[in-house]
């Protein structure tokens, strides 16, 4: 795996309610103009450079889901976001990475944060070939509202496949 393969190079399609050939968005590309995780670049005002991006390989493991979030909060936090748009965002990684960790339990997973247009972007690659799914699961069940909830919190999201061919990436711009 190279971390091209969670590059916004693809259309992504939409994630949509009852859509099954999906309603197609446009996200061009979003990566990084520099990313050198071993470099950070900090602000004069202590903050993370905004044109960095964030990246981090985790096993798709339940443990995993915690990591992910702490990583939003991180950048959220040092780009200077509000606390609503960290809680929204931090809720939308988890429900993309819960995702990831039940279609490929045990292998890797990538997650990355970026910007597009000065809104958060967030995407999750997995190297399992099958969709997810959006159901209208009830409000008391244990699983199936994950994309419901990136629909909700998120300004638009969607999914497409790997540039590797191997996986695919679900993502949401915040």
Wanted: hydrophobic residues 40%; proline residues 9%.
């Amino acid at each position: 795996m190279h971390p091209e393969d969670i590059t916004a190079q693809q259309q992504p399609a939409s994630l949509t309610r009852g859509s099954s050939d999906h309603r197609e968005n446009r996200v061009p590309d979003a990566s990084p103009r520099r990313a050198t995780p071993e470099e950070p670049r900090w602000t004069e005002t202590g903050r993370w450079d905004a044109e960095e991006d964030l990246r981090m390989t985790l096993l798709a493991e339940p443990s995993s889901v915690v990591l992910a979030r702490d990583m939003v909060r991180h950048a959220l936090d040092g780009w200077a976001f509000g606390p609503d748009l960290v809680h929204d965002a931090r809720v939308v990684m988890s429900e993309l990475v819960t995702n990831a960790v039940n279609a490929a339990r045990g292998h890797e997973i990538r997650v990355r944060i970026t910007r597009y247009e000065g809104r958060p972007l967030l995407e999750c690659w997995d190297p399992a070939p099958a969709l997810p799914t959006f159901t209208d699961a009830p409000v008391t069940a244990e699983s199936g509202r994950g994309l419901p909830i990136v629909a909700a919190y998120s300004r638009s999201a969607g999914l497409r496949p790997a540039a590797t061919g191997r996986g695919k990436v679900v993502w949401a711009l915040m």
